[in-house]
C-alpha cells in the first residue's frame, strides 16, 4: 500500500478515535490492553465459535467496578472474510489501524497469497506490511528471513543442501501434513537417520513425500534459547529492548520432563514444536551489547532490502551457544508482534522507560506520538 494511499485513508479517519486493530488470536488481547493503557481504543476481530474469550471474558465492563480491555468486537465466519470489501469498509468506519499478528498471516495464507493479502488490506497497517512474508524461509523472488539475516551479518544455523551432506546433528523442519499452518519437525545425525526417521513419519502421515522434498535442514545449535523482543521506533529512530522469553511447546516439554529410563519408550513418538506458551526470562547483562548490535545490523539490512524497513515491534529468536566468548545464533525471526505477554515481567523496559511497558502498550504509545506530532503516516503503510 502507498504512502499517498495511507494518507487518503487517514484523511478520512477521526484521529480522536483511532482503534488498534487485530485479529482474535495471538497477542490481541495484548494489543487491546495496550490500546487502553494508551487512552486509544480498540477492536477485535474474531471468527465464529472463537469469540467468547473477547466478547465475554475480556470485554470491558463498567460497573460495578471497572474491568476487561477488550472495548468491541467485530464476528465473522472465518478470519479469511476479513478480506472481504464489506469487512474493511467496516474497519475504515471504525478508525482501525491494523496490527497484524503470526495467527493473521497463517489463517490468511490458507486460502490468500501474501500479495492478495498486501493489496486487498485497504486499513493502514502498524508496521511494515511487505515485510511480514520475510518471515517465511520460502519466500523465492523476494526478501526472505535467510537473505534479511545474511545482508545484517547475524550467524545462524548452517544450511545443508541435501540430506547427503549431513554430517553433525541438524533439525529437519518441513510442512506438517495434516495441520497445514504448522511444521514437522525431526532431528538426524547422518543421512541413514535422516531416511530412517522421515520414512516413520511419512508412515505415520506426519509427514509427504512432496513435503519432505521441500524441507529446510539446518544445524542444531545447542544451548538454552531466548527471543530477543525488539521494538525500533521511526519517531525516535531508535531500538529498545521490550524483554526477553523463551517458549514452551509440545511435545517437547515432555521429552525435557523425562527420565533417562524411558528414553526408549519414547524414541519413535515424533517431536512437536507447536507453541504452548512463553516464560519469560533474563540474559547476562554483558550480553545486552550484543544483542542491540544484532538487532541494529537488522533493522538497517531491513531498511535497505525493503523500504522503509522495520516498523516497531520484531523478535530474533537465538540460541546462546556455548563459547567462550558466547555467541547469539539466530535461527527464527518474527516480523510483527511477538506472541508474548510476558516480556513486561522482563526488566529491560522499565529500565527505559523507568516502568513496565508491554508490548502492545509501546506500539499505542508510538501511535499516539505519531498521532500528536502528525506523522502517523511514518509508523503505518
Known amino acids: 500500500m502507498s504512502t499517498e494511499y495511507v494518507a487518503r485513508a487517514l ?20 494489543v487491546a490492553y495496550g490500546a487502553r493503557a494508551a487512552g486509544l481504543r480498540n477492536l477485535v476481530v474474531t471468527a465464529k465459535g472463537r469469540e467468547q474469550t473477547y466478547a465475554r471474558h475480556f470485554a470491558v465492563h463498567a460497573t460495578p467496578v471497572p474491568r476487561g480491555c477488550v472495548d468491541a468486537v467485530l464476528e465473522l465466519g472465518a ?172 511435545n517437547l516439554e515432555g521429552f525435557r520432563s523425562l527420565p533417562p529410563s524411558a528414553f526408549e519408550a519414547v524414541r519413535d513418538i515424533a517431536m512437536s514444536l507447536e507453541e504452548a506458551g512463553h516464560v519469560a526470562v533474563t540474559i547476562l547483562e554483558s550480553m545486552l551489547e550484543p544483542a542491540f548490535e544484532m538487532g541494529e545490523r537488522f533493522v538497517a539490512a531491513a531498511r535497505e532490502m525493503s523500504p522503509p524497513g522495520v516498523i516497531g515491534p520484531f523478535a530474533l529468536q537465538c540460541v546462546i551457544a556455548a563459547g567462550p566468548p558466547k555467541e547469539l545464533i539466530c535461527y527464527d525471526v518474527s516480523l510483527r508482534i511477538p506472541g508474548s505477554p510476558g516480556t513486561r515481567f522482563t526488566p529491560y523496559s522499565a529500565y527505559r522507560w523507568g516502568r513496565d511497558v508491554s508490548v502492545g502498550e509501546r506500539i499505542a504509545m508510538e501511535v499516539v506520538m505519531a498521532r500528536d506530532t502528525d506523522r502517523l503516516e511514518d509508523v503505518l503503510t
Open 11 to 30: 484523511a478520512a479517519y477521526d484521529r480522536s478515535q483511532l482503534a488498534l486493530c487485530s485479529i482474535g488470536s495471538h497477542s490481541a488481547l495484548e
Open 79 to 250: 478470519f479469511t472474510e476479513i478480506l472481504r470489501d464489506d469487512v474493511q469498509q467496516e474497519l475504515l468506519r471504525r478508525n482501525a489501524l491494523f496490527v497484524p499478528n503470526r495467527s493473521f498471516e497463517v489463517y490468511l495464507r490458507q486460502k490468500h497469497s501474501y500479495d492478495e493479502i498486501e493489496e486487498r488490506m485497504l486499513v493502514p497497517f502498524f508496521g511494515n506490511r511487505r515485510l511480514l512474508r520475510a518471515e517465511e524461509r520460502e519466500e523465492r523472488g523476494r526478501v526472505n528471513q535467510y537473505e534479511l539475516l545474511q545482508r545484517a551479518g547475524i550467524r545462524h544455523p548452517h544450511q545443508f543442501a541435501s540430506p547427503a551432506e549431513i554430517d553433525r546433528l541438524v533439525m529437519v523442519k518441513a510442512p506438517h501434513a495434516r495441520v497445514s499452518f504448522e511444521r514437522a519437525f525431526f532431528l538426524a545425525a547422518s543421512p541413514g537417520e535422516y531416511r530412517r526417521v522421515s520414512g516413520r513419519l511419512i508412515d505415520d502421515h506426519v509427514l509427504t513425500a512432496e513435503a519432505l522434498a521441500t524441507a529446510i535442514i539446518e544445524e542444531y545449535a545447542l544451548g538454552p534459547s531466548v527471543n530477543l523482543n525488539f521494538f525500533y521506533s521511526p519517531l525516535l529512530r531508535e531500538l529498545e529492548l521490550c524483554g526477553t522469553d523463551t517458549r514452551r511447546q509440545t
